[in-house]
């Protein structure tokens, strides 16, 4: 059956099923957490990930583009592996230590709006109505999402550490759009060097920690998944994806994630909901949708 399916309807499952191994990836890192230590972890990832992804990069025509790399593209990407893998994948880690993955991918979904607002003076693009409305709405479903505040003192550890995250969200995706809209660069080689730099930083943070503690096999398990699965082969099925897929679907299909993840955290890390909490997921994932629209 799924042979007959035109090429756009493959790439659709494609992608839904990456958003998938995404969502997981929250599930997964909780569990890990519960005994390996949160930088030590997401640079363990990233790094096994990055190795994966270095044949991509082998063939002389990509050696011959690295090669031929200014030294204002090195700098380029050696910002956005610091500050999109580095920081906002170590953030991501910690906070998951202290807050349900639920609240930490709403916080972190509020990138979208950012980068839509930090796009006003450093882009020079005005946002429509529509986008003012669908910012409007995001900021309504934040408060309501999280009202009554009564977070402890923990707590209050996670979502300081991902708010942090998500304006590094922010600013190395308006660093990526730079270098996509200035350079000539494959996206391949732009996120296997900055997921090098990245994974360099997050091992010198994690060396902080002290020593790698023993991991069992199950732990193990659940790093090259993250690391092989959720990571490398990812990336490469999202990469494909995105050859076909017009970019407001595969906006679209990506803003699934926080229902995905809603979902996933109910039935395996038992983060219930309650009726105000799936309606401001609701008018999130439609201000989201709003704001990314006319893109």
Request: charged share 10%.
């Amino acid at each position: 059956m799924i042979k007959n399916w035109s090429p756009l309807k493959k790439n659709r499952l494609i992608a839904l099923f990456v958003t998938f191994l995404w969502s997981t990836s929250w599930v997964l890192i909780k569990w890990g957490l519960a005994g390996i230590p949160p930088l030590k972890f997401v640079a363990i990832r990233y790094s096994i990930a990055c190795v994966c992804l270095l044949p991509l990069i082998l063939p002389e025509n990509q050696r011959k583009i690295i090669a031929s790399l200014s030294k204002k593209q090195w700098l380029l990407l050696f910002l956005y592996g610091i500050v999109f893998f580095g920081i906002t994948q170590g953030a991501q880690f910690v906070a998951l230590k202290y807050i349900p993955a639920v609240s930490a991918s709403l916080i972190l979904s509020f990138t979208v709006i950012t980068v839509t607002l930090l796009g006003i003076p450093f882009l020079k693009e005005t946002p429509s109505r529509l986008q003012w409305l669908g910012i409007s709405l995001f900021v309504i479903a934040i408060l309501m999402y999280f009202f009554p505040i009564t977070f402890s003192g923990d707590q209050w550890i996670g979502i300081a550490v991902i708010v942090i995250g998500m304006f590094a969200n922010s600013a190395g995706t308006l660093l990526g759009r730079h270098i996509n809209r200035t350079g000539n660069i494959p996206a391949v080689t732009v996120t296997i060097i900055s997921m090098a730099i990245g994974a360099i930083v997050l091992n010198i943070a994690a060396a902080l920690e002290g020593p790698i503690p023993h991991l069992n096999f199950s732990q193990w398990a659940v790093i090259v998944w993250l690391a092989v699965v959720n990571s490398a082969l990812a990336f490469v099925l999202w990469n494909h994806s995105q050859r076909i897929l017009p970019a407001s679907e595969s906006s679209l299909i990506n803003n699934t994630m926080l229902f995905q993840i809603a979902i996933l955290a109910w039935i395996f890390l038992g983060e219930s909901l309650g009726l105000k909490e799936l309606i401001s997921l609701l008018i999130a994932i439609t201000a989201i949708w709003l704001v990314q629209k006319q893109k």
